[in-house]
T-cell receptor
Framework: SQELEQSPQSLIVQEGKNLTINCTSS?????LYWYKQKYGEGLIFLMM?????EEKSHEKITAKLDEKKQQSSLHITASQPSHAGIYLC????????????FGTGTRLQVTL | GAVVSQHPSRVICKSGTSVKIECRSL??????MFWYRQFPKQSLMLMAT?????????EQGVEKDKFLINHASLTLSTLTVTSAHPEDSSFYIC??????????????FGPGTRLTVL
């Protein structure tokens, strides 16, 4: 079965600083989703990457997919307290693309 | 955008009782709904996949007789935790996927239900 390892597990950054979260898969990636979760709440869709080399940005968040490395990265520029939360990557399976395997999660805290 | 609701948001029950959690897609028809559970400080683990009008497909290790899933309509799926025990206490999250031909249709997630079994 596919496993997604996220690093770091947790992160504390000062407001205004940049940060990067990585998601590494044990198997080939056929796409990659990034979600954000506030504690005790559901998941908020951030972006979806469909092919190798793809890069997407939304506001101050940029995500890239490196198919060869079986890895995706999420970069936040000039972090704000509103960015705090748990970031989860999710990968669809090949034959059942609607099923997602989730990463281990990265807990982000942004200090003032 | 697509909205998915869950009810209740929190439930506390006694050991041995059954609890039903509802997942509704409010503004779209969900051909597929997914049920996940999440333990504290852990990631989401898929429990089962349900398609409207057919039996749910359970992941390995998930007891189908304990976690009953019904997807009776294109906007409603229910998860019933039967004879709940304290170890069933968890955060249960559903997601719904609309129709469409793309294999990468995103899943829309509900806000979750926190179950505490005493």
């Amino acid at each position: 079965s596919q496993e997604l390892e996220q690093s770091p597990q947790s992160l504390i950054v000062q407001e205004g600083k940049n940060l990067t979260i990585n998601c590494t898969s044990s198997k080939t990636l056929y796409g990659l989703y990034w979600y954000k979760q506030k504690y005790g709440e559901g998941l908020i869709f951030l972006m979806m990457l469909q092919k190798g080399g793809e890069e997407k940005s939304h506001e101050k968040i940029t995500a890239k997919l490196d198919e060869k490395k079986q890895q995706s990265s999420l970069h936040i520029t000039a972090s704000q307290p509103s960015h705090a939360g748990i970031y989860l990557c999710g990968a669809p399976a090949l034959n059942t693309a609607s099923k997602l395997t989730f990463g281990t999660g990265t807990r982000l805290q942004v200090t003032l | 955008g697509a909205v998915v609701s869950q009810h209740p948001s929190r439930v506390i029950c006694k050991s041995g009782t059954s609890v039903k959690i509802e997942c509704r897609s409010l503004d779209f028809q969900a051909t597929t709904m997914f049920w996940y559970r999440q333990f504290p400080k852990q990631s989401l683990m898929l429990m089962a996949t349900s398609n409207e009008g057919s039996k749910a497909t359970y992941e390995q290790g998930v007891e189908k007789d304990k976690f009953l899933i019904n997807h009776a309509s294109l906007t409603l799926s229910t998860l019933t935790v039967t004879s709940a025990h304290p170890e069933d206490s968890s955060f249960y999250i559903c997601s719904a996927r609309g129709g469409g031909g793309s294999p990468y249709n995103e899943q829309f997630f509900g806000p979750g239900t926190r179950l505490t079994v005493l």
